[in-house]
């Protein structure tokens, strides 16, 4: 059993690779002055790169969790999603409502794929 890890820190890694699947730890913005809009536009760039690294991209993504820290932002998260999504290519999804570890953070994305 191999697993590859990218990004090791001392709490998490950013990316783990077992059997041809590539698990994101869940990321969020650096910049929280954003809007929902900047930071989900930010966050999914940061799944964009990290999935680049380790083999795959958004047309591979198996499963997706998101959550948000308001549910008045889904709609300003989903325009975001859904002008980034692969068309055709829309993985199974769960959207929530949570309370995240950051107060400034509005959103965190969580994503499950497979390498190319």
């Known amino acids: 059993m191999e697993i590859t890890r990218l990004h090791v820190g001392k709490r998490l890694s950013e ?3 077992h059997n041809n699947t590539i698990y ?3 990321q ?3 910049d929280t002055t954003q809007d929902i809009v900047g930071q989900t536009r930010e966050v999914l760039g940061h799944v964009d790169r990290l999935l680049a690294e380790a083999g ?3 047309t591979c993504i198996l499963s997706c969790q998101i959550y948000i820290a ?3 932002d889904f709609d300003g998260m989903n325009e975001v999603w859904d002008d980034w999504v692969a068309s055709s290519h829309t993985p199974p999804r769960a959207t929530v409502e949570a309370k995240l570890a950051n107060p400034a ?3 965190e994305i969580v994503v499950i794929a497979a390498e190319r």
């Open 15 to 17: 990316v783990a690779i």
């Open 28 to 30: 969020i913005a650096e």
């Open 70 to 72: 308001d549910m008045k």
């Open 105 to 107: 953070c509005l959103v």
């Open 24 to 26: 994101l730890a869940g």
């Open 56 to 58: 795959s991209d958004k």
